[in-house]
């Protein structure tokens, strides 16, 4: 079956600096590949997201790039801020009909930017 | 255009009663989501309804169903509750089209507590 694997956080890190967040994978198929991000309190919002291979996702300074080789989409920024502080969470899904829109979700990275 | 919204936000119960949560998914999308969240299993995929149809299942129970409407308002119902049921129940909506750049939003969640 398919599986997400993430770091486990927290991540603790000051305003301004890099942030990486591993993310790896095991498919059956051939997976398109989500990073979320869920705020104290809210549902899940989608970041960016990759549907094939070499692909770069990117937004609000997030990128991460689909590395089939080594089956991993890791999520970087270059400078965090305060308000970066939330869970992220990296995820699959099946591009398979029969899956529908299954997604199969990492264990969440707490990550907390401090001034 | 609205957003994902789920009622109510939040909900307590005790062991042995059932509920029923409510999801209203975005304009135009036919197909529905819910995921369960837990600080120990993290986000699990309960099921999928497509145009009232059940596409896609987790591994769940049978105490834990849903069904959709021709709207395609969806619900689902857990019987029976068990404390191991206190979760936050996330919805999500999407256009219905499987496929590798079907983004899904998610809703704010359920918070259910079973005492």
């Known amino acids: 079956g398919n599986s997400v694997t993430q770091m486990e956080g927290p991540v603790t890190l000051s305003e301004e600096a890099f942030l990486t967040i591993n993310c790896t994978y095991t498919?059956?198929?051939?997976?398109?590949l989500f990073w979320y991000v869920q705020y104290p309190g809210e549902g899940l919002q989608l970041l960016l997201k990759?549907?094939?291979?070499?692909d770069k996702g990117s937004n609000k300074g997030f990128e991460a790039t689909y590395r089939k080789e080594t089956t991993s989409f890791h999520l970087e920024k270059g400078s965090v801020q305060v308000s970066d502080s939330a869970v992220y969470f990296c995820?699959?899904?099946?591009?398979?009909?029969?899956?529908?829109?299954?997604?199969?979700f990492g264990g969440g990275t707490r990550v907390l930017v401090k001034p | 255009k609205a957003g994902v919204t789920q009622t109510p936000r939040y909900l307590i119960k005790t062991r042995g009663q059932q509920v029923t949560l409510s999801c209203s998914p975005i304009?135009?999308?036919?197909?529905v989501s819910w995921y369960q969240q837990t600080p120990g299993q993290g986000l699990q995929f309960l099921f999928e309804?497509?145009?009232?149809?059940?596409?896609n299942k987790g591994n769940f129970p049978g105490r834990f169903s849903g069904r959709q409407f021709s709207n395609s308002r969806s619900e689902m119902n857990v019987s029976t509750l068990e404390l191991g049921d206190s979760a936050l129940y996330l919805c999500?909506?999407?256009?219905?089209?499987?496929?590798?750049?079907?983004?899904?939003?998610f809703g704010p969640g359920t918070r259910l507590t079973v005492l």
């Open positions: 999500a909506s999407s256009l219905g089209v499987a496929g590798p750049s079907n983004e899904q939003f």
């Open positions: 995820a699959l899904s099946d591009r398979l009909k029969a899956a529908g829109n299954k997604l199969t």
């Open positions: 304009s135009g999308h036919r197909s």
């Open positions: 309804y497509f145009s009232e149809t059940q596409r």
């Open positions: 990759a549907t094939k291979a070499d």
């Open positions: 498919a059956t198929g051939y997976p398109s």
